[in-house]
């Protein structure tokens, strides 16, 4: 199909004959802004549209809760399917048997052409197999089921993404990594080893596009890191009537409400730094499991704190502002009352994904293609409002955006969906956005 041919209008019949096409060009708006080719990735997307749809629900009816490790594997092996006939080296990567997870998908092509391009989605979802949510139902344009929108319905906007290039033969000589994790929603630890994997294939690539959901009109370049911390605090048991004086001390409890009133006072109020003490136990005596952030506190009120324990998180935009953060917080907390001790611990979860320079140009490329395909500008979405995702495990070493994957609502809840025709949309802008780095 060659819609460029060049037409001469010498006729009045002529000349109407070709304002018709612009009429309906004015009316429905065509993808102008696509070249030839990148017209025929447009056509080949919406002629596979149902088969996509197909996919979604077939992945959808899999239950594939994090912890379901057989359910995880399965929907592994649908897509794993998929992606083989696309030329594609697909291995499935077991976790050791102390991290409790089922393993990843990962599949390879390496080629010499243009910029190296990491794909990310995730198998599983937050729902176990107990869950009564399980079927996929569609309801006029909208599909119910978990995973439609997080993140099910992202990995078909892959798969399919990738199929129309490669029906076109433009994956020839590409290098494309596709990199499906089996425990997005509760990440194996350490994650040295549980995102060990998706870190070598950054590695090989420049860019990363994460398919988790999207808000229309926006896509992410950068989101928050998430750090653990934990703060002890000790004091001297003693009667209550003691308290204040320069034996007994102040207590722990006091100890504790000075580092968090000072944690409030003197490190609150950057942008997009935030801490929350989640749990807190005080008293004589303390147990708290860590694992299970539940514990028990006993203390009579006319005895002094022995002990709090008190555990929360750290949310930050780079590294910088985690580590000043952290550095605010320490020397908080080594300012003790009298009689009292105290210490804080940190854990490295997910790190930042910062809004660098490379980001911005990614999402130049992407607005590009928006507009090429007649869908509008994209904004930089808040980064404030989004969680922490895997990419942000690869965002130290390629230039990287999310959020590309479908349109939903009710992620996480039982009213989870997804809106179908934005599967269309974001499987055309996924292709053709790749199509153009890969060139
Ligand atoms: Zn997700």
Not at 12 to 32: D, G, K, M, N, Y
Request: charged share 20%; aromatic share 8%; proline share 4%.
């Amino acid at each position: 199909m060659n819609l460029l041919k060049p037409f001469s209008c010498h006729t009045r019949a002529a000349l109407l004959f070709c304002l018709i096409p612009l009429l309906f060009t004015v009316v429905f708006p065509q993808p102008e802004g696509l070249t030839p080719v990148e017209q025929e990735i447009a056509a080949t997307v919406e002629q596979q549209s149902d088969q996509a749809v197909d996919l979604l629900r077939r992945s959808v009816n899999i239950n594939s809760g994090t912890f379901n490790v057989k359910g995880v594997r399965r929907v592994g092996k649908l897509f794993q399917k998929e992606l083989a006939p696309l030329g594609f080296d697909v291995q499935w990567i077991d976790m050791p048997p102390e991290l409790h997870r089922a393993g990843h998908l990962f599949a390879y092509r390496r080629g010499t052409r243009g910029k190296g391009v990491l794909l990310i989605g995730h198998l599983d979802t937050v729902f176990d197999k107990n869950t009564p949510f399980k079927r996929f139902e569609i309801h006029d344009t909208t599909a119910t089921g978990p995973g439609t929108e997080d993140m099910k319905g992202g990995n078909v906007v892959i798969v399919y993404a990738l199929k129309a290039l490669h029906d076109l033969s433009l994956l020839e000589n590409t290098t494309i990594i596709v990199a499906l994790h089996g425990d997005e929603e509760e990440a194996g630890r350490p994650t040295s080893i549980s995102r060990r994997d998706i870190q070598a294939a950054a590695e090989e690539c420049d860019v990363a596009l994460g398919f988790e959901g999207g808000v229309s009109g926006t896509i992410t370049v950068a989101r928050r890191g998430i750090s653990g911390w934990r703060l002890e605090t000790a004091g001297i048991r003693g009667h209550s009537s003691d308290i204040f004086n320069e034996n007994s001390g102040n207590g722990a409890i006091y100890e504790t409400a000075r580092i968090l009133n000072g944690f409030f006072e003197e490190v609150r109020g950057e942008e997009y730094l935030t801490f929350n003490p989640g749990v807190i136990l005080g008293g004589t005596e303390v147990h708290f499991d860590p694992a299970l952030y539940r514990g028990s506190a006993f203390g009579l009120a006319n005895v002094i704190a022995q002990k709090v324990v008190v555990s929360g998180d750290l949310r930050f935009i780079s590294d910088a502002q985690k580590d000043s953060a952290r550095a605010k917080m320490r020397t908080i907390v080594a300012d003790h009352l009298p009689g009292t001790s105290a210490s804080i611990s940190f854990t490295d979860s997910y790190p930042a994904m910062a809004p660098t320079e490379g980001n911005y140009e990614l999402l130049a490329l992407y607005d590009q293609v928006n507009r090429d395909l007649g869908y509008g500008p994209i904004e930089a979405l808040d980064p404030g409002s989004r969680g922490a995702a895997d990419v942000s495990f690869v965002a130290r070493l390629v230039d990287c955006l999310d959020g590309l994957g479908v349109e939903g609502n009710g992620g996480h809840s039982i009213h989870e969906k997804v809106y179908l025709p934005s599967m269309d949309r974001a499987t055309k802008r996924a292709a053709v956005l790749v199509y153009r780095l890969t060139r």
